[in-house]
């Protein structure tokens, strides 16, 4: 069947005093803006494929850490904006915030919870650690850590030399929602206990037996070191065809569904010189690279990237992903938001 759709009328077209009458009385009509609103077909993303390079992130960042005082930053961080979106909406793609934060040694970033979720991806330094509602989660390169709604959470830097780490929020959504806002709290007791990724659930496939049959709670892990992941991915590799992904999905150890009910994440590996085109999909997305060189092909969109550079893709967009290193596996860290739109019963993946 062949659908004719018209094309609907503008607001030119319609005579002034009409329009003074309805904006007077704070009304508009839909059908100019029915389209911009409601695409036919596909969804038309402000969000552009987009590159940070962290060789260019990272001496702006250190020059903050001279120039602004923790004090007076709360949180010393560069936030990467998706120039589809402009500077101050603070988008890296329509629902997913990314930045990159600095702390030097000594330093504190005070506690505080808030209604945005937000994780953090371990990028350089040593002795950095986070404070999770008395949690004491320590921040290692490539560590992911979660610091979900409304949880307290504190940084620390018990180190030498920077600590610099990847933030990924849902703020744009909370935004949207009129709901984001935070709390200030007093430092948190830290128990001296190892994290829970070395103790409850310190191996996939093993809960503590008393959790078995109990409601759990929405936030039983809140670690994962990269070194497992790493060991993982590798793991997998070793019984996945060339071609095929290896991708890991982090997920909640009591329900195994996504660890945010906002935004997911996942760990790629591309073997030396393996080429991928990842299955298009309704999400969009935020890629790391945790270590390697590679080249990204973003909606048609080239891309070199390499160690702790971040590439934003927009929703629906195809990525295509190529190790450039015929030598060494390359790693990536994935953030998209496909856990909301599976929520809200609007994710759908294309093809192959
Ligand atoms: C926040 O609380 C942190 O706790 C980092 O480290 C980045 C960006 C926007 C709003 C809150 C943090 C943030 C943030």
Known sequence: MNLVTPALGTLEE?????????AARNLVPLWPSMRAFLPHGAPRPQTRPALWRYAEVRPLLLRAGELTPIEKAERRVLVFANPGHGLDGLHC???????????????????????PAAVRLVVEGEGGFTVVNGERLPMRRGDLILTPALQWH?????GTGPVVWLDALDLPLLVAMEASYAVEGTRQTARA????????????????FASLGARPGPYPLLRWPWEEVRA?????????????????????????????????????????????ALPRDSASAVFHVVEGRIQAEVAGTGF?????????????APVRLANRS??????LFRIDDAPLQRRIGIYERFGA
């Not at 070199?304 to 629906?316: F, G, K, R």
């Not at 015929?326 to 790693?331: D, G, L, V």
Request: net charge negative; charged share 20%; aromatic share 6%.
């Open 14 to 22: 319609l005579p002034a005093d009409y329009r003074e009458a309805m």
């Open 93 to 115: 793609t329509g629902t997913i915030y990314v930045g990159m934060q600095l702390i030097l040694p000594g330093e504190t970033a005070p506690s505080h919870r808030h209604t």
């Open 154 to 158: 504190e940084h620390h830097h018990a």
């Open 193 to 208: 206990a190892p994290d829970a990724s070395a103790t409850r659930y310190r191996r996939a496939g093993l809960v503590p």
């Open 232 to 276: 993982a991915l590798e793991a997998l590799a070793d019984d996945t065809p060339r071609g095929a992904a290896v991708h890991l999905a982090y997920v909640n150890p009591e329900t195994g569904e996504e660890c945010l009910p906002t935004l997911g994440f996942s760990a790629l590996m591309l073997r030396p010189g393996e080429e991928l």
């Open 304 to 316: 070199d990237a390499e160690d702790a550079d971040v590439i934003a893709a927009p929703a629906h």
């Open 326 to 331: 015929a030598a060494e596996p390359a790693f």
